[in-house]
């Protein structure tokens, strides 16, 4: 273009094109990237992300942590709240002496069966007057069920006046006399399975008649 129209083109107010800047080379002989130009009053700059940090570096949605009091888990108790865990550590804790007592005095009282049977097959040892020739079955009622024990006729007699008694001893019926009858009852009272009052009606003890038989057959 001639300086001539140039001329004319900056008389009519058109502007000359501004040259790029040149690069400045490093030290290195790299080039370097020019400056960044400051922007121009009255031109509108691109959208830049700008980063919405809130004062005092927390992240806008980061959760309080536990144990802060703003926190859902740091939420301070109520005393109602309080008294109400108190009361159901109470009872359980009451509840778990409770189980424990039951189960010391359930060991105490096997312990107590046990040596109390020991000292009953100690006192029983070979006095019982059991006949294995008799015949003559006597019936009672012993623990809800009906059993028997084979007497003779003069056995069958005394154990109805009373003079004889019956004790049970791991599962067999054994026939003592009342005396006898009476130190098996202090030692273990569970142990006396026929004890005949003399005196008492005889409708309170129906088998004590000798003409009375339960069928062999018959299931109890």
């Known amino acids: 273009m001639s300086d001539t129209l140039r001329d004319q083109l900056l008389g009519l107010g058109f502007k000359p094109v501004p040259k790029p800047d040149k690069p400045v080379r490093s030290e290195k002989g790299r080039v370097a990237e020019p400056a960044a130009r400051a922007p121009r009053p009255g031109r509108p700059q691109p959208n830049r992300p700008q980063s919405h940090k809130p004062a005092g570096g927390r992240p806008p949605h980061a959760r309080p942590a536990q144990g802060h009091p703003g926190g859902a888990q740091g939420k301070p108790r109520s005393q109602q709240e309080i008294d ?18 039951a189960e010391r005095l359930k060991q105490e009282e096997a312990r107590k069966r046990r040596e109390a049977k020991a000292k009953l097959a100690e006192l029983l040892k070979d006095k019982a007057l059991n006949d294995p020739a008799a015949e003559i079955a006597r019936h009672f009622d012993y623990g809800g069920k009906i059993k028997r024990i084979y007497v003779s006729a003069a056995q069958l007699k005394s154990l109805n006046a009373g003079e004889l008694g019956v004790v049970q001893l791991d599962g067999r019926y054994l026939l003592v006399t009342a005396a006898l009858l009476a130190e098996a009852e202090s030692i273990f009272s569970p142990a006396v399975a026929l004890k005949v009052d003399p005196d008492a009606p005889a409708a309170d003890d129906p ?11 018959l299931v109890w």
């Open 207 to 217: 088998y004590a008649d000798p003409q009375y038989q339960v069928p062999d057959d």
């Open 84 to 101: 109400l865990a108190k009361a159901y550590a109470i009872r359980a804790q009451k509840e778990k002496d409770e189980r424990i007592e």
